[in-house]
């Protein structure tokens, strides 16, 4: 997962937490911390991955608005043997502009308005989801911060949310506007 190492100071403060209880948290130096936040080091992956660890267990103790909480639910799908047509019209119906393809609660691939129109030439009604699909949405657990799904939208058009192994919801740029002023 890509994070931005410039937010580790934001995020921290937003938290109240100081550079020494992060660096606890996460299993580093103070000192390490510090120098990160000024820009002055660029820790390896492994650290970083830690020091955002930290964070994401912060701000769930803290109580910060979750996933869970601006999703929406249930998630519609389509299955990769549907036709095109069939999708745009759940799209148009539904008032969205992208869909998770699934087939036996698995998520198989995506399928999005500016996918479709960027493969238009070579599209039928009739063409199947499956030779138009894209990658899948990343998933994340119910108990996500808005913080982290904030970084993922950056990224994807959506994100699927899990909870014991189970698809129950997925946001979108949209859906994390609801979240708006609730954020650690």
Do not use: N, W
Not at 147 to 167: H, T, W
């Amino acid at each position: 997962m890509i994070r931005d190492l410039s937010s580790i100071a934001r995020e921290r403060r937003a938290l109240g937490l100081s550079q020494k209880e992060l660096a606890r948290m996460a299993g580093v130096s103070q000192s390490l911390i510090s120098k990160v936040e000024r820009g002055q080091m660029v820790p390896s992956y492994e650290v970083a991955l830690r020091i955002f660890e930290a964070l994401e267990r912060a701000r769930r103790r803290k109580g910060c608005t979750k996933a869970a909480e601006v999703m929406s639910s249930p998630v519609i799908h389509v299955a990769p043997e549907e036709t095109v047509s069939r999708a745009i019209s759940i799209m148009e119906e539904r008032g969205i502009s992208q869909l998770p393809v699934m087939t036996g609660g698995r998520v198989v691939g995506s399928v999005t308005e500016e996918g479709l129109l960027r493969k238009l030439s070579s599209l039928s009604p009739e063409s199947r989801v499956e030779e138009v699909m894209e990658e899948a949405f990343p998933i994340l657990p119910v108990d996500a911060s808005l913080s982290l799904l904030r970084d993922m939208l950056f990224l994807y058009p959506a994100v699927l949310i899990q909870e014991r192994g189970k698809i129950v919801g997925i946001v979108t740029k949209s859906d994390l506007l609801k979240g708006l002023g609730r954020e650690c």
